[in-house]
């Protein structure tokens, strides 16, 4: 969402984040053994206070505290997850000492068209964490579990409208109901900002569901507003509020789902930077830094080092399929 | 529970030596990044944040709170002093505010800005400490129909900002409008109007169209008398007067509409207080005596959106502290830092946490009256900017402006943007075209847009949504009326002029 109040960094980091960059540029590859060497550029692609961003400067904070890295370490943000990685692509490709997060979005991108860039046109290090989605109905909602839902989006998709963000979120719904056997063309979806965002027209009433990452309205699950139907992961989740919540599978929908958030360095990013950054990164969600930090946030611990290229191989293909099914690949051009 | 007991249990917090320290701290740093173009609080507080994860989380808060309102307070500065909105909701304030500037009333321009936004500040921290909850839940009952509605009757008060002929005054509107479908479609994801840019996906940022078509153009316009007159010595117009006891009394009631104003959008999640700002100077407008001296320097036009733009900012904070529904994007990042403390918000924290709710209830009242204490005297020093050659006032104001706009997203596209829509707002001038509905129309466009979209696909595209519903049957009557008022107005001048 265009937002109305605008925002602008502080103008000396621009400054110190061009002359970085110069001295990258000029200085070329750096030896293995002192990497990283110089200081990092560490690319949010996202405005301050966006997922993307509250994500580097976790990562960013942790190291500090643990020590893990011991050179200087620059959040950057950048405009959106389109431009940031086009960005990443046609300035960073070579630049050892640039790295950046990235999340479904960039598959999402992909997939509709709106981005040429995919995770082939960088180096994918590690997946470091993942939220899980629910399916929310209001507390008094006549919905007792996720079939009365289906069955309803079924038989009657016009009056069963439903809310959620405008992004990632999608996907979630369309790969659901898809594999549920509902027509998805047919929902009516209501697109807000966020997860949270979309959840006052379910308080209300006026959407019957909510589709929304769990950590994004815990709080309105806590003051048992909202009422939780089922959750996206492959097994059951933890705490008193979750333990109780069925799987989609158990549910009796076959699928997993979740929103993961990686960190990649530029395609041609040297193996010695990438094996650096795998082995810290490993070490550093096992501190208790990092581990305070999810918790706090409510992410899901879900690094992924080996075969990280397969995994994204993978969900590009559900991904470019679900987008499919939801229409939403129109005048798709690379 | 005795409300009573609350509030001295949360100023016995507030006022201990860490927590005003603080609250100082994030006040000034509020004023700071406030008084700065195009930075505002949500830069200032996500920047902020990893500092604040050390603190105790009231102190955090009371900081983050301190930032949040103090940003409200200087964002109007560089609206007076040089014709630059630093955040959209700034914008009004340029009308009234410049043109008192401009004729040397620079000192009580400032100084009733400063002044209504601590009486906005300090009324609407009332309202949240009695009507919190009751307000948050008649919020819940605005869906997207009742936005659409809402900011329909918005775009009817067009006709207000506008001195010159009706026709350019729509002719601007439809401008906005067409600007703002520029970028994604939230409700299908597709793209539109962005010419294969990537710089255009998110569409066209505010910020650079207002600081183009107001500080760019002023710029060329100055440069255009120096060319002119050359380089004459100017006259001093930082004005030696305070505001005077007249000027208050003028100030008082438009305080009280844009309070009450502010504050009823303000607590609507997602309105922002950008359309809170508009509504107050077109009912500004609508009530005075005398509304041809609206855009010549009426101070009402500063008193009443400043206090709105405080007002809006502080109800805000209702549904976030009693619902856990963000109602901005700076609040929504507020909502993410609270998490971090441990502290979720929603109808249970006025009952498990009294002390850190009234804790910060009680550190608003304190960090107005910092905020009044702070922004008093520094009136006298940015008047003084006025005093400097055009020439380099000019130079500075492009400055600050091309590395504001830069800086937004680190895109040269947007100085680029910026420059044309200068070039623009510079012809439009001197032609006489109004440059305020285009911006109206453009910061609301979008939000009247995804409401109207959004109220239709959840009734399944039934229509009747719009007048079945009370309250957006309510607000479009009133659209259709002040229509009406206008159309006979109009009708009735040209007959007497027959």
Known sequence: ?334 | MDLWTNISLGFSQAISLQNLAYCFIGALYGTVIGVLPGIGPLVGISILLPITYSLPPVSAVVMLAGIYYGSAYGGSTCSILVNTPGESSAVVTCFDGYQMAVQGRAKAALATAAIGSFFAGTLATVAIMFLAMPIARLGIKFTPAEYFSLLLLALTMVGTLTTESPVKGLFTTLVGLLLSTVGMDLQTGRVRFAFGSQWLIEGVDFIVVAIGLFAISEVLVQAELVQKFGLQKREQISGRYWITMEELKQSFMPYVRGTVIGFLIGVLPGAGSTPATFFSYAVEKKSSKHPERFGKGAIEGVAGPEAANNAANQGALVPLLTLGIPGSATTAVMLGAFMIYGIQPGPLLFEKDPAFVWTIIASMYIGNIILLILNLPLVNIFAKLLDLPAALLSSMVLTFCTIGVYSIRFAVFDVFLMIIFGIVGYFMRKHDYPAAPLLLALVLGEMMEQGLRRALTLSNGDWTVFVTRPISLGLLSISALSLLYSVIKYLRGKKRLA
């Open chain 1, 1 to 334: 969402m265009k937002t109305v109040q605008h925002r602008v960094y502080r103008v000396w980091i621009v400054a110190a984040l061009l002359l970085i960059g110069i001295g990258m540029g000029a200085a070329g590859a750096v030896l293995a053994a002192d990497y990283p060497g110089k200081s990092m550029l560490m690319i949010a692609p996202s405005k301050p206070g966006s997922g993307f961003d509250t994500t580097m400067r976790a990562v960013v904070l942790a190291l500090t505290q643990e020590k893990l890295v011991q050179a200087p370490m620059t959040v950057m943000n950048m405009a959106g997850s389109v431009p940031g990685t086009a960005q990443i692509v046609l300035r960073y490709s070579n630049d050892p000492n640039m790295i950046a997060v990235m999340s479904t979005t960039g598959s999402l991108n992909y997939a509709t068209g709106l981005s040429p860039y995919y995770h082939k046109d960088w180096k994918p290090i590690a997946r470091l964490i993942s939220a899980y989605y629910g399916i929310f109905v209001r507390q008094d909602s006549p919905y007792k579990n996720l079939g009365d839902l289906i069955k309803d989006l079924k038989n009657n998709p016009g009056g069963t409208p439903l809310s959620g963000g405008y992004s990632d979120d999608r996907l979630c719904y369309g790969a659901l109901f898809s594999k549920a056997g509902v027509d998805i063309t047919k929902i009516n979806y209501a697109a807000f900002a966020g997860g949270v965002e979309s959840a006052g027209v379910v308080l209300e009433g006026s959407a019957k569901a909510l589709v929304s990452t769990i950590d994004d309205v815990m709080g309105l699950l806590e003051s048992k507003q909202l009422r939780l139907l089922a959750v996206s992961p492959g097994k059951r989740m933890e705490g008193p509020l979750l333990k109780d919540i069925p799987t989609f599978r158990e549910a009796g929908v076959d699928l997993e789902w979740d929103n993961f958030r990686y960190i990649l360095g530029g395609k041609g990013m040297p193996d010695y930077a990438v094996k650096y950054w795998q082995g810290t990164l490993t070490k550093m969600v096992k501190t208790p830094t990092w581990q305070g930090m999810i918790k706090k946030y409510r992410w899901g611990d879900s690094l992924l080092v080996e075969g990280i290229d397969k995994f994204l191989d993978e969900k590009q293909v559900v991904i470019t399929d679900v987008v499919k099914k939801l229409g939403m690949d129109k005048k798709a051009k690379k």
